[in-house]
């Protein structure tokens, strides 16, 4: 009898949550060029925020957890 192993709730979850999370990608991309025929200006818009989010998520990919908590406390001084 085969020995399978047991998968952790945190591995599904991981899972689901990257699955669910791709297809609301793709569905505020499709949604997004829906607009952008309809409504150029605001499509244009709306791509360079998406543009803007891929930018900030890599670069915060590349920073360390201290660089970022660092960054977040200049960032809350600054403004509150």
């Given at each position: 009898?085969?020995?399978?192993?047991?998968?952790?709730?945190?591995?599904?979850?991981?899972?689901?949550?990257?699955?669910?999370?791709?297809?609301?990608?793709k569905?505020?991309?499709?949604?997004?060029?829906?607009?952008?025929?309809?409504?150029?200006?605001?499509?244009?818009?709306?791509?360079?925020?998406?543009?803007?989010?891929?930018?900030?998520?890599?670069?915060?990919?590349?920073?360390t957890?201290?660089?970022?908590?660092?960054?977040?406390?200049?960032?809350?001084?600054?403004?509150m």
């Open positions: 009898m085969p020995n399978y192993k047991k998968v952790k709730s945190q591995v599904r979850e991981g899972f689901l949550d990257r699955f669910f999370g791709k297809i609301a990608t569905a505020a991309e499709k949604a997004t060029k829906d607009i952008q025929k309809k409504d150029p200006e605001l499509g244009n818009l709306l791509k360079r925020a998406a543009d803007l989010r891929k930018r900030a998520d890599q670069r915060l990919s590349k920073m957890k201290q660089e970022r908590d660092d960054e977040w406390e200049s960032l809350v001084k600054k403004y």
